[in-house]
């Protein structure tokens, strides 16, 4: 896994060109069975790919937390959402509120998530290839190639399933 970390930022460099046009292809005829591929290529590339031995993503870019991901970590830190804010969050050029710093500060050493019940939406949810209508979210896909490598894995057998 290493190895393949070290190297995506390169790999997804080379296929954005070709990504790009995929996905701007896929947006003007996403095809009738997309919800349900994406579904399939997203159970079939996580029963490979094991997060824990990543946490990419908690490495190297932080998630937005909504107020509601604000008020439900801070209740279990036994802190008021002011407090967590002032402690662990900035607002950054959208107006979200995002981590300060990266590494995520609930990220341990094991690659676990510390806060893992109660971790924000944006957590759960990244690399979001399994929601519906995929081809809303290309740009964020395109970037999220050269962080996440099952994302990476799972555009490129897109494009061999969707050619
Ligand atoms: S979601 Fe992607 S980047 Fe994050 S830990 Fe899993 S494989 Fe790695
Ligand atoms: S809150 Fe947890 S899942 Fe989200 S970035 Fe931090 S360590 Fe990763």
Not at 41 to 49: G, S, V
Not at 134 to 143: A, E, G, M, P, W
């Amino acid at each position: 896994m290493e190895e393949f970390l070290a190297q995506l930022p390169a790999l997804a460099k080379d296929k954005h060109k070709s990504n790009k046009k995929f996905f701007s292809k896929l947006k003007k005829k996403p095809p009738k069975n997309l919800d349900v591929l994406m579904q399939e290529l997203h159970d079939d590339e996580f029963e490979r790919t094991d997060c824990l031995d990543c946490a990419n993503c908690c490495k190297t870019t932080g998630p937005l937390f909504t107020n509601k991901d604000i008020e439900r970590i801070a209740k279990f830190l036994k802190m008021k959402p002011q407090a967590f804010i002032d402690e662990y969050l900035r607002i950054d050029e959208e107006n979200d509120y995002v981590l300060q710093q990266v590494p995520c500060t609930f990220l341990g050493h094991d690659n676990k998530c510390l806060i893992y019940d109660v971790r924000p939406k944006a957590c759960a949810e990244f690399p979001h290839t399994d929601r519906k209508k995929f081809q809303q979210i290309s740009h964020l896909t395109l970037k999220n190639v050269a962080i996440c490598p099952a994302a990476y894995n799972i555009v490129e057998e897109m494009k061999k399933r969707l050619p």
